[in-house]
């Protein structure tokens, strides 16, 4: 008795499934669907290496230094990174003094409890990066966390800037419909292909870096990458590090525990 | 109860027998996991998982509790103080890291502690009881990852826990304020997010108090083994300590060697990018997917995309995807061999490796996956096939299988005929 309600409650859900996959292959055939231009020209973000990857990787400083600046001249016009206090670019090699002359550049804005206004004040090394008000197209993401927030995320991000381009003739061809629209700029790194942002590094020089690095775009995207990998994990370092040790002590410690169970089955059969 | 042969605790030290007079606490710990528990001696190395899922369970309790010492349960401030936590707490990062690890290393744990249930019929008579403690642990799991996963308010945070609780809205009826009433409000917010953490807090000590439960039972019949065989005599097993705690111990260095390359060289690679986005009721990510340990039973929820005569295709999914975690609890009783090891059970076992193994696999891979082709397709053959195993496949096969001929004895088994027949013991020390 139990056996057969068990089968019939096996074919309630076997014949219901039968059923969806047979509609489903149904309309496969029959109107399958449609080819998107996303979906045909959206790339994965390209091959780029940086300082910090794999198990040994350490920040390259200079190198966050200089994406840093690219950061503060370029990217924080639009772009917030909330996360971020000053006080922790004493990571990037920055003396103190640096940091307070970093932050000094940034205006905070305090609430006035005497006239009810918000009003802006130098920043101080305990402040965070300030809020960044935007009015145009398209909504530009805090930055803090970007790297960890993109599926490979570093690459993502040099791809991104370094991937704007005309519009291949193939995609109009296929896709008439899918021109981008005058305030959107195309770019087959971004998910749906056009985004509100305008190609943010544009020329040569756009940034002068102090440390005589020859500021090209390709230069300025990997630079200002690896500053972003450092904000979105500043204790990726430490991590590693610390993996290592513990790593050491336990295959130390495993491999006594196995002598130590080979010692007392010895004899044992099992 | 125990076996006869069991080792008595005898406390030598005249403290310890003064305590032993008073509250036997050593003695129970010696009963449990002591000497004065005889195992059997033929473990392999799928027995070492419910030890690992106990230290797992400790790992996420230590842990877990070191981060709500740094988080704050409002919608308004959630996602800032787990990245305070992350970037500022001394150690923050490892605790947050080891947490969210953890709860991985968990489910990798008990699913292959589940699956060696399945294979060597551990669910069968006198063990019921383990078995059905073991669901409710799972389900107890289940619930406890999911409401942790919506702590951090992320994306995959908020829009999870808004598909899961939508799911409840498709019970007819009392669906939509069955919801409401779940979230306090008409979509996950403030209220919820403080209920998802109290409870997040609470049912980790539930999980604890079923483990005991769960070995409790376990201890009455005793722990079962490869062959399926039941213990006959002193020579079928071993004191659990010194030989399984020596077994135990090194299965837990590897563990940890695992789950600690995980946790300091691949910390993110479980989790989705979209939880380092902070919660926006106002933009849908492009593919909400459960973290991994979910996709089996996902994929099952999605697989139903029809409706079945008057059941919308939704409730069909929503019973599916229970149905198919509640079916587990017949499992003793759908199953009616009296052989319990799959390794005598010649056609239970090709339907194990060649049916229900793919079928998960295709489950796990479908479930992370886009809602498109072929995946829903591939979910919908892999899920037809996990009902028929369980409801059809294995009441079918308990009926007309002939198993292949078991060993007399566990001895039997390790030592082979002759050297065990030295071993047997007079008739009446054996254990009927």
Known sequence: MARILSILVGLFFTVALAWSFGKGAYQQITEPPAATAEHEFHLHPKEVSFA???????????????????????CAACHALRHVAFRDLAALGYNDAEVKAIAKGFQVPVYNNATGEVETREGVATDYFPPVLYGGQGTPPDLSLITKARHDGPAYVYSLLTGYQDQPAALLKKFPDSKTPDSLHYNPYFANLNLAMPPPLTGEGQVT?????????DQMSKDVSAFLIWTAEPKLEKRKQTGWPVLGFLLFATILGYMSYRNIWAGKKH | MSFPWAKEYKPSHPFMQ?????????????????????????????????????LCLVLQIVTGIVMAMHYAANTQVAFDTVEQTVRDVNWGWMMRYAHA???????????????????YGSYKAPREMVWLLGVVIFLLMMATAFMGYVLPWGQMSFWGAKVITGLFGAIPFVGEPLQQWLLGGFAPDNAALNRFFSLHYLLPFVIVGVVILHIWALHIPGSSNPTGVEVKSESDTVPFYPYYVAKDGWAIGVFAILFCTALFFFPNALGHPDNYIPANPMSTPAHIVPEWYFWPFYAILRAFTQDFFFIPAKLMGVLAMFGAILVWFFLPWLDRSPVRSGSYRPLYKKFFFFGLIPAMAVLFYCG???????????SQIAALYYFAH???????????????????????????EDEAAKLAPAPSATVA
């Open chain 1, 52 to 74: 910090s990857d794999g198990a040994f990787g350490k920040f390259d400083r200079q190198q966050l230094q200089r994406g840093f600046q690219v950061y503060k001249e370029v």
């Open chain 1, 209 to 217: 870096y102090g440390d005589g690095t020859k500021a090209t775009v």
């Open chain 2, 18 to 54: 003064w305590m032993d007079d008073r509250l036997p606490l050593p003695r129970l710990v010696y009963n449990s996991v002591g000497g004065g528990y005889p195992v059997p001696r033929n473990l392999n190395y799928f027995w070492n998982f419910g030890f690992l899922a106990a």
């Open chain 2, 101 to 119: 690890n953890g709860a991985s290393a968990f489910f990798v744990v008990i699913y292959v502690h589940i699956f060696r249930g399945f294979f």
């Open chain 2, 368 to 378: 992370g996956a886009p809602a498109e082709e072929p995946y829903v397709m591939l």
């Open chain 2, 390 to 416: 369980f409801l059809i496949v294995i009441p079918i096969v308990s009926a007309i299988e002939k198993p292949d001929p078991l060993p007399f004895s566990i001895t039997e088994s390790v030592l082979g």
